[in-house]
Structure formats: C-alpha cells, structure tokens
C-alpha cells in the first residue's frame, strides 16, 4: 500500500513506501521552484512595465477587455507617430496600454506618459533651464516608442505646443 490509515488520527495518514514519500518530496520541490519562478518572472515583467511609465491598473489588462479591431490597427500604426481620438470610454487608453504593454513584453523600449503630468513636469524644467528641458525632450525621444495619453486635457500654450512639435517631430 503506497498510503496506510494512521492509527488514532482522524483522516490522517502517513506514508509507508520510501520511494513514494521522495516522489513526493521531489513534486513539492519542483513545485516551490515553479512558483519561485513565476514570482520572478512577474517582478521582472512589473519592473519593466514600472519603467516603461504605463499606469499599474492597465499591467493586467487582457485581450478579452479590448476592442480587437482597434488593437489590430494600432499594433499595425506602432512604427510610426499615431494620434488616436475619439470619445470617452471607447477604449483609447485601454487600447494603448494593452499594446504598449505587449510592446515592453517583446523587448522595445516605451515611455508612457499622461501628458497633463509630463507637461507640466517640462514646465518645472523650463524653470530651471532651459537646456535641462531640451535634454529632456531629447532622451525621451531617444527611447523608443512614446505614448502621450490625454493630450486633449494639456492647455495649448506657445511653450506647450513647442513641446508637441520637438515631441513629435
């Protein structure tokens, strides 16, 4: 018998051939090493997202909460500059962070900003100095694909929209 009705304990039992009790020992192991694993995998697969800027409540998000169709299209348009529009709730910041996040899983490099916060950010800079704020631009548009959300909320400004253009451009 692999498994034997311990004596006085209520649906208790014990083992009572050796080379079960290794096997068993050995699933538990593999075990733990697997879930060890996948605790690394996820902190790095966070770490990445954490850098790339994309908003914590979108790290999660999976295919069956996005617009297919607009996935599709926006992986298609990722090359190159892309500006998305449309009306609240149809699913533009959901769209993008999906894909930015599928983007940062493949290894590309991603920044993804609220542009209210980067604006004003810049701003703080521009205070300071201003080739603080052009080094800035400059590495932002050095790191790969950037992705501004709510660009319609940023005050259109002389300086904001001189933002965009080096942004952009």
Do not use: H
Not at 12 to 35: M, N, Y
Not at 54 to 69: G, H, T
């Amino acid at each position: 018998a692999l498994f034997e009705k311990a004596p006085g304990v209520a649906d208790g039992f014990f083992c009572v051939d050796r080379r079960t009790l290794e096997i068993l020992c050995q699933v538990c192991a593999d075990r733990e090493s697997s879930i060890r694993n996948a605790k690394i995998e996820k902190e790095r697969r966070e770490s990445t997202l954490r850098e790339s800027g994309i908003p914590s409540q979108f790290w999660y998000v999976d295919a069956m909460r996005v617009n297919p169709k607009l996935t599709k299209w926006i992986e298609a348009k990722a090359a190159g500059s892309l500006i998305i529009c449309g009306p609240s709730g149809s699913g533009k910041t959901t769209g993008t962070c999906y894909v930015a996040k599928k983007l940062c899983e493949t290894g590309k490099r991603l920044r993804w900003f609220l542009a209210p916060e980067l604006f004003s950010a810049i701003a703080a800079m521009q205070g300071e100095a201003l080739s603080v704020a052009e080094q800035y631009i400059c590495d932002l548009n050095s790191s790969g694909t950037l992705v501004l959300a709510d660009l319609d909320k940023v005050r259109l400004t002389e300086s904001s929209v001189e933002v965009i253009y080096g942004l952009i451009d």
